[in-house]
């Protein structure tokens, strides 16, 4: 079982930038695919970038330029950087991680990411 904790979520104004952190337990870290994805009110659940256990990347198109997934093995850490934010990059945002490519397997809780205009 993997446990995964976010944090870094708040309140920032269209432009601004926040970083994401993403902390997993357990041994096998190096070895996951691990991910963000973001739920808008109302709107499905959907993919923002995953990051694979050889730093192999997939990005949404909508955060290409503005948002960069990274991983740091020895801390069991996956961060995404934001910047450039919109009021439309407003969401929870949740960690994955999947053992077998980029297909989770384990959630975070999430943590709320606001833009305001």
């Known amino acids: 079982q993997v446990q995964l904790v976010e944090s870094g979520g708040g309140l920032v104004q269209a432009g601004g930038s926040l970083r994401l952190s993403c902390a997993a337990s357990?041994?096998?870290?190096?070895?996951?695919?691990m991910g963000w994805y973001r739920q808008a009110p109302g709107k499905q659940r959907e993919l923002v970038a995953t990051?694979?256990?050889?730093?192999?990347?997939i990005e949404a198109d909508s955060v290409k330029g503005r948002f960069t997934i990274s991983r740091d093995n020895a801390k069991n850490t996956v961060y995404l950087q934001m910047n450039s934010l919109k009021p439309e990059d407003t969401a929870v945002y949740y960690c994955n991680a999947g053992r077998y490519g980029p297909y989770p397997d384990y959630w975070g809780h999430g943590t709320q990411v606001t833009v305001s205009s």
């Open positions: 357990g041994s096998i870290f190096r070895s996951l695919s």
């Open positions: 990051i694979g256990s050889g730093g192999s990347i």
